[in-house]
């Protein structure tokens, strides 16, 4: 069968579902939003009933109200005298009772009514996410071929069920060794638990310039795999949360080389290799399974997300017995339809869909180059590329630093061929800022970016992680432009450094540190961590203060949130330099899951120990 990129199955499924008119005998309970529509006319009714009697009362001596004047909810319109109104293009009026609150404050909206007519079940035409056979085997072999699978799967609960369901199928027995990237997102943490798998964790590459963790180095993967051999995969995130990468393709085929399956977790690249400005995806660098959150950057609604598989290392019959065990049995159609349609859009257009946000990205880049107090985070050769292809830098210290790129951030030369090793990739809709003053930290930066209409993505001590998207204009460029010029503008104590005191200032703190970015320092692996379900019983676990804790063993998790990076998993050590970490995270005013005591004054760990 020849796939027909321009078609959306399962979404003109649903559209002729809608437009059937047939009658709901089967699940969901609102029977197509009628519970509200019944509601809503109810209201409308007894709204119209009482208010003729109050006008006709008021009205003594005159004719009765007309028909005209009168508003009545008839099925799908609104009857207004002779004309009737669609029933989603009106608006609901509301009255207020005695106390002022709204009466009709029960029925959702025009808009979200309409979505509930869509919003349906495994019925004849709309076919089963979990045997597919019609309309969602189409969607999800169109999306394939789109994002050069060899198969894709729809997935309901965001890239969580991918990473799940992919740890269940390579664990295939009890106390299996995974390698894992020690910077990785709770979900592969609760999917080692469900395994009951041992983990090997692998110390990611740091970027010597903005102290960011990246991805594990190719030297420390292919010093862990041949240490253990029998592991059963690699799992990676790429690209981080701040849009930074480097290239898979050795990394694949190290694993490879070795037998094992690389499983990549590549939420935040969705969009990558559709573009030519854009990093390339883990399917074409190797990968074996790759998960993507095509919500966060396509345009997919929130839960959407795919997996993409090839080759044969990875269990595809295994594979979906536990796509069917991680997700549910009522998956949202809605849900599974915008990723045909976010699908569609990417087919269709191709690059193009990419146009009008990579240009929005580039007004913002030149405008922030006219404020020099605030600084882009960039690769370096990337950023030496930009400098030197400035011709009239606005600053002076941009020309000092275009004159001078192989001092960039006070790196030598040799430095920035190292960094370049593992940062040589950076999404361009993923802007970080930081304060080139220093006087804001990222938390700080971020606040003063909302209070002026502009919410960013995350932010951490020091950074500002701005997404854009396909979606992003030109309006938005300009208005965060303008919000970080209103900042710049505030008064200030101290003089802006220029980039090469900027990095020296930022290689001398050596107490940075990022919720994003959680690394033992001269480990560049574990010794396998077993995890399993069985919880930490209270009466082997003790408080203590937390300065107390460095040297004892952990009896909980510790997980800087955004994102939900475990900093520190039961059973692991407390090292001094983690510690040090912890309380500087807190005392930032950065928020905690997985800890008993959410000020962290103190913390759980395991007795005698």
């Not at 809503?40 to 009205?59: F, M």
């Not at 240009?359 to 006219?370: D, I, P, Y």
Request: net charge negative; charged share 20%.
């Amino acid at each position: 069968m020849k796939l027909k990129s321009h078609r959306a199955p399962l979404y003109e499924a649903l559209l002729a579902y809608r437009d059937s008119g047939q009658r709901s005998f089967h699940v969901p309970g609102h029977k197509n939003g009628q519970v509200y529509r019944a509601v809503l006319q109810k209201e409308e009714n007894a709204h119209s009933d009482d208010k003729v009697a109050k006008l006709n009362k008021s009205h003594l001596g005159r004719e009765p109200l007309e028909q005209s004047q009168l508003h009545i909810v008839e099925g799908e319109h609104v009857s207004t005298g002779d004309r009737q109104v669609p029933l989603q293009d009106t608006t609901l009026w509301e009255e207020k009772d005695q106390e002022g609150q709204p009466q009709f404050n029960i029925v959702p909206t025009r808009a979200f009514l309409e979505m509930m007519r869509m919003d349906v079940t495994e019925i004849s035409g709309t076919d089963d996410l979990h045997h597919p056979e019609g309309v969602i085997l189409e969607a999800q072999q169109l999306a394939a071929d789109c994002y050069g699978a060899e198969e894709s799967f729809f997935l309901v609960g965001g890239s969580t069920a991918g990473n799940l369901s992919l740890l269940l199928t390579v664990c295939d027995e009890p106390e299996s060794i995974v390698l894992v990237q020690r910077n990785v997102h709770k979900s592969v943490i609760h999917g080692l638990m469900l395994a009951g798998a041992k983990a090997v964790f692998l110390e990611p590459w740091v970027d010597p310039t903005s102290g960011l963790a990246v991805m594990p180095s190719v030297q420390t993967v292919q010093a862990a795999v041949q240490v253990y051999p029998e592991a059963k995969g690699l799992l990676v995130t790429l690209p981080n949360y701040y849009g930074m990468g480097a290239d898979l393709t050795p990394i694949a085929r190290i694993c490879h080389e070795a037998g094992m399956p690389l499983l990549v977790d590549e939420a935040h690249g969705a969009h990558y290799g559709q573009h030519p400005e854009l990093p390339a995806s883990a399917l074409s660098c190797g990968a074996d399974g790759v998960v993507q959150s095509t919500h966060k950057m396509l345009s997919a609604f929130t839960m959407g997300a795919m997996l993409h598989v090839q080759g044969t290392r990875i269990n595809r019959s295994l594979l979906r017995q536990r796509l069917a065990m991680v997700q549910s049995s009522s998956p949202s159609y809605p849900v599974m339809a915008s990723l045909d349609l976010a699908r569609r859009l990417l087919h269709v257009q191709g690059a193009q869909t990419f146009t009008a946000g990579l240009a929005a990205v580039s007004t913002f880049k030149r405008g922030l180059a006219e404020l020099p107090r605030f600084r882009l985070l960039q690769p370096a050769a990337l950023q030496q590329q930009e400098l030197s292809a400035e011709v009239e830098p606005a600053d002076q210290t941009f020309r000092a630093s275009a004159a001078q790129p192989e001092q960039m951030h006070g790196q030598s030369a040799a430095e920035l061929g190292h960094a370049a090793a593992g940062y040589t990739a950076q999404d361009p809709f993923k802007a970080v800022i930081y304060d080139g003053l220093g006087i804001l930290s990222g938390y700080g930066l971020q606040q003063q970016l909302e209070a002026r209409g502009c919410i960013p993505e995350m932010s951490d001590e020091r950074y500002v992680v701005l997404l854009f998207s396909l979606g992003s204009t030109e309006e938005d460029a300009q208005q965060v432009l303008q919000a970080l010029q209103d900042i710049s503008l505030a008064p200030t104590e101290r003089r802006i450094l220029s980039p090469e005191e900027s990095g020296e200032h930022m290689r001398e703190e050596k107490h940075y540190i990022s919720t994003w970015n959680n690394f033992q320092e001269k480990v560049t692996y574990s010794e396998p961590i077993p995890f399993s379900l069985q919880p930490i019983r209270e009466e082997h676990t003790i408080e203590v203060p937390i300065n107390e804790c460095a040297g004892r063993y952990s009896a909980e998790m510790v997980i800087p949130y955004p994102p939900g990076i475990p900093l520190i998993y039961p059973g692991e050590r407390i090292s001094p330099t983690i510690l040090a970490r912890i309380q500087l995270l807190r005392d930032e005013g950065a928020k905690f899951h997985g800890v008993t005591d959410a000020s962290l004054q103190t913390m759980k760990v395991m007795k005698n120990q």
